[in-house]
Antibody
Framework: EVQLVESGGGLVQPGGSLRLSCSASGFTFSTHAMNWVRQAPGKGLEYVSAITSNGAATYYADSVKGRFTISRDNSKNMLFFQMSSLRVEDTAIYYC???????????WGQGTLVTVSS | DIVMTQSPDSLAVSLGERATINCKSSQNILHSSKNKNLLAWYQQKSGQPPKLLIYWASTRASGVPDRFSGSGSGTDFTLTISSLQAEDVAVYYCQQYYSSPYTFGQGTNLEIK
């Protein structure tokens, strides 16, 4: 069974930093692209960042480009998200997502809540 | 970016009745060489992460009941629940994975009438 378990969320002040982690199991992690998707309270879903299976290429939504960094450690089946210069509008649940063969979002973690507030 | 627009925003249907949700993309999302529409549907129940229901516009994901079906091509798509069950109360999202960023519709809130 595919499992994605996020951690690292919490309350941070504007301008602060946070590092999210996602532990993956139940599938061959190193052969799948991964994404981070977020959902602000009471709002819809927003793609945030993507990384290829080998980590060679990364992609970001314009809203986070230059502030957030996605990375992975295939030897430990881990996905990471370094978030810096956080803004109030970054407040959201952040989901770790496994992509399917055709790039649909095949499996989602339970999410970790990031709250940016003074 | 491709804009995905769902209708309606909210829908109330009686138990056992049909529910229909529409999704329109601002660009054609039919992959010509694969002859497949790069559209997925997700279900999000309250307090839970989204769950994949449909991909390739009409292929049900593993374990999804056959009362859920997807149709459409090009820019216009539909998710149909043939006979609404109480456990189907949720917000439903369409998503295109034709080009990055993979954008979602705004969601349709499905309730029991």
């Amino acid at each position: 069974e595919v499992q994605l378990v996020e951690s690292g969320g919490g309350l941070v002040q504007p301008g602060g930093s946070l590092r999210l982690s996602c532990s993956a199991s139940g599938f061959t992690f190193s052969t799948h692209a991964m994404n981070w998707v977020r959902q602000a309270p009471g709002k819809g879903l927003e793609y945030v960042s993507a990384i290829t299976s080998n980590g060679a290429a990364t992609y970001y939504a314009d809203s986070v480009k230059g502030r957030f960094t996605i990375s992975r450690d295939n030897s430990k089946n881990m996905l990471f998200f370094q978030m810096s210069s956080l803004r109030v509008e970054d407040t959201a649940i952040y989901y770790c997502v496994k992509l399917g063969v055709g790039s649909w979002y095949e499996a989602w973690g339970q999410g970790t809540l990031v709250t940016v507030s003074s | 970016d491709i804009v995905m627009t769902q209708s309606p925003d909210s829908l109330a249907v009686s138990l056992g009745e049909r529910a229909t949700i529409n999704c329109k993309s601002s660009q054609n999302i039919l992959h010509s060489s694969k002859n497949k529409n790069l559209l997925a549907w997700y279900q999000q129940k309250s307090g839970q992460p989204p769950k994949l229901l449909i991909y390739w516009a009409s292929t049900r994901a593993s374990g999804v009941p056959d009362r859920f079906s997807g149709s459409g091509s090009g820019t216009d798509f539909t998710l149909t629940i043939s006979s609404l069950q109480a456990e189907d109360v949720a917000v439903y999202y369409c998503q295109q994975y034709y080009s990055s960023p993979y954008t979602f519709g705004q969601g349709t809130n499905l309730e029991i009438k």
